[in-house]
């Protein structure tokens, strides 16, 4: 196995200079992995922050090209990365194996699309409205606009996905695909991941020649705030609870300069199971629906947390079988205790509600998740209850009951912005139901027909998003091409000879890339 040493990545070297060390643990049995890493010092992470500051003036001048090359070479590391990486990773998170590899297939595609997008040249979002100077009353100047990229950003790696919204993932990628340095803060439950991670994109960046500071890596438990707070640092991406997301956004605007955070936070993806489609095929959904709660120990962003369906024998039927067959599933290990504890703390809230009844699962015991399935009245949801509205995390959901149409629709309008909502249902249910999916969209990022939210497909079309408190900025995406806008801004020039203009916008249209000329889209020179 490659060596690990631990320390935090600085200006393109390694740094250890602070006197706090860390472990990661093996996930299954606790035992701590036999890894130092030493936590950032504030002086270690102002050296990161500014790394990236010195890199990005130099990394923003690259050619789209040549930063679609880094990305790239990026995707090749992680391809090679051996058995004894996947079964690190699997250690570091009681994931099984093929999950990993199919984790890591996701990153390396990630870095590959985003490439793609530097080379189609569409990212630039170049426009130009050339000028009318015999126009009355008054001539119209020469304007020319394209996009570049916001500066240094910070990372938080997530949790539950110790590859795709890690160090190399999601973020990252889109990040460095903007031209934007990163500075990522490995998160605490897989570091040796991390540094395994970030040496494949070191030596990416060596073999593409980027500027030292591209990517920096910082590990510990208190280096976030001064991260997020140092001047260096132009946007954040994190991924992770609602409380964790609310302080670093907190953290952002309170700055002498405010920064955008874009924080993914705290979904329960309701799951709307109509009356026809019950009919049909309850049996189908009720074993889709279950595999879909329990699948990874319930640790997905858009697990559903809600399933909702109108009063009928055939809802009560639905529910006794769901009830069954999640009594029949077995405990699971989670990621690692912290999450194990949250999940604890989240199934006594409902255990304890006086409108919420079990269902069915065993009792919580030992260092394992047991699926779990609740019932609440459908007033908590039409009134504004918060028990409804906050995520547990873990392999366990809450049916409620609605009276009729009018009553789900009163239920809905009830919600909290989700990343996700789902309807189940036939073509007549469709039909009768049509107010549900302009209210959804009101609602959610994505709205599924016949499928479970589990699966997010990286992909230009693809929204992990939605309004607050799923996201803190309801208008971008951390899956797919449309994330690379969260680290853009526009820029204007305005009477520019065409010897100064950016490539972008140059009348020879060099790059030949697809601009808006007048209001029309042409590829041609002017």
Not at 161 to 173: R, V
Not at 467 to 490: C, K, N, Q
Not at 493 to 501: A, T
């Amino acid at each position: 196995m490659t060596r690990i040493y631990g320390h935090n990545y600085i200006g393109g070297q390694r740094s250890a200079t602070g006197s706090v060390t860390l472990h990661s643990v093996d996930a299954t049995t606790g035992e701590a992995l036999p890894y130092d890493f030493y936590q950032a010092t504030a002086q270690e992470v102002d050296a990161a922050a500014n790394a990236a500051a010195a890199a990005y003036p130099v990394y923003r001048s690259l050619s789209a090209q040549h930063r679609a090359s880094f990305l790239e070479a990026i995707a090749d590391e992680l391809d090679v990365l051996g058995d004894d990486f996947i079964a690190l990773v699997c250690r570091e998170t009681a994931l099984p194996a093929g999950r990993i590899q199919g984790e890591r297939g996701r990153t390396s595609g990630q870095m590959r699309l985003f490439a793609k997008v530097l080379r189609r040249g569409d990212f630039y979002g170049a426009r130009i409205d050339l000028a009318l100077p015999d126009r009355r009353p008054l001539p119209r100047p020469d304007v020319r606009q394209y996009r570049i990229g916001l500066g240094p950003v910070a990372v938080f790696g997530a949790s539950n996905f110790p590859l795709a919204f890690s160090t190399a993932g999601g973020d990252t990628a889109a990040a460095l695909a903007a031209g934007c340095p990163v500075v990522f803060k490995a998160h605490s439950g897989h570091m040796a991941t991390a540094e395994r991670v970030a040496e494949a994109i070191m030596r990416a960046a060596q073999s593409t020649g980027m500027p030292d500071g591209v990517f920096n890596m910082i590990f510990g438990g208190g280096v976030g705030e001064a991260l997020v707070k140092h001047p260096a640092i132009r946007a954040v991406g994190f991924t992770g609870s609602l409380k964790g997301g609310r302080a670093l956004c907190d953290m952002a605007a309170a700055r002498p300069q405010p920064i955008p955070v874009f924080a993914e936070m705290s979904s329960i993806n309701p799951v709307i199971v109509l009356p026809q489609a019950l009919q049909t095929r309850a049996d189908t959904i009720a074993r889709d629906l279950v595999a879909t709660v329990v699948q990874g120990c319930g640790q997905f962003c858009t697990n559903p947390g809600l399933v909702i369906g109108i009063a009928s024998p055939a809802f009560t039927a639905f529910t006794q079988q769901v009830a069954q067959l999640i009594g029949d599933q077995p405990a699971q290990t989670m990621l690692n205790a912290g999450t194990l504890s949250s999940y604890g703390k989240g199934l006594h809230t409902l255990l304890a509600h006086p409108g919420i009844e079990h269902l069915a699962g065993q009792a919580q015991a030992g260092n394992q998740a047991q699926p779990q399935l609740f019932k609440a009245d459908a007033s908590l949801l039409i009134n504004g209850d918060e028990v409804l509205q906050e995520e547990v995390f873990g392999p366990t959901t809450v049916f409620v009951e609605v009276a009729d149409q009018a009553q789900l629709s009163a239920a809905l309008h009830g919600l909290h912005g989700q990343l996700t909502a789902t309807i189940i249902g036939e073509p007549a249910d469709f039909t009768q139901f049509g107010e549900l999916t302009p209210l959804l969209e009101q609602k959610v990022g994505r709205i599924l027909l016949n499928g479970y939210p589990t699966g997010v497909e990286v992909c230009d079309a693809m929204v992990h998003g939605g309004p607050y408190p799923a996201t803190s900025d309801a208008r971008g995406t951390s899956v797919g091409t449309l994330a690379i806008e969260r680290f853009l801004r526009p820029v204007c020039f305005q009477n520019y000879p065409d010897s100064l203009l950016p490539d972008a916008l140059k009348n020879a249209n060099p790059l030949r890339i697809q601009r808006l000329v007048d209001g029309q889209p042409s590829r041609d020179a002017l």
